[in-house]
Every structure is written in C-alpha cells, then in structure tokens.
C-alpha cells in the first residue's frame, strides 16, 4: 500500500517563493512517474507538473518558467520549487502516483496574497 504525505505550503506574499514536498511509504516510488495536482476552490482539479523516473519534466503552461519540479528517488521525495508566485496560484497542491490504481497525497495549502 502506498502512502503519499505532502508538506511545504503556507502563506506568502505574491512575487515570493516555496517548495512543497511529497514523500512515499515505499521504494516502487522510484520507478514510476508521479505528478504535482493542484485545487482551487470552486474550481476543477488540474495538473501542473509531471516528471517520469528518469527526470525528463512538463508543466502547465501558466506555470512554465516559474516552477520546477524535481525527484529524489534514493530519498522517495518528490518536489515542487515554486518561484514568482501569484494570487492565482493559490490552492490545495497534492502529490499524485499510478501504481495499479490511483494515489493521492491529503494535500498542503497554498496562499499567496496580493
């Protein structure tokens, strides 16, 4: 069984900067591909990172330029280094993982204030 915990969110000013990070229970975590997610309230969740097993990265295009997302396969940590942050980036950012079926972390709240 898989567990995924998510730590790193907070309040910030916009222009400011965090890194979140998502920590596995198991090994397997370092062969897959895992994803960065993220919910805004009244609105639909939507991806906003990937990275496969090797490194290679995509991003949605609102974030391209301002966030990195990165691996520690020998730690089971995955990461999100969010720079130049905005109000509209505020939501519930939440770590994401397929082995079989679908898993997914509780969740850590960013806020960024105008």
């Known amino acids: 069984q898989v567990q995924l915990v998510e730590s790193g969110g907070g309040l910030v000013q916009a222009g400011g900067s965090l890194r979140l990070s998502c920590a596995a229970s198991?090994?397997?975590?370092?062969?897959?591909?895992m994803a960065w997610y993220r919910q805004a309230p009244g609105k639909q969740r939507e991806m906003v990172a990937t990275?496969?097993?090797?490194?290679?990265?995509n991003y949605q295009d609102s974030v391209k330029g301002r966030f990195t997302i990165s691996r520690d396969n020998a730690k089971n940590t995955m990461y999100l280094q969010m720079n130049s942050l905005k109000p509209e980036d505020t939501a519930v950012y939440y770590c994401?993982?397929?082995?079989?079926?679908?898993?997914w972390g509780q969740g850590t709240q960013v806020t960024v204030s105008s």
């Open positions: 994401y993982v397929k082995i079989w079926s679908d898993y």
């Open positions: 990275i496969t097993a090797g490194g290679s990265t």
């Open positions: 198991g090994s397997i975590f370092s062969i897959k591909p």
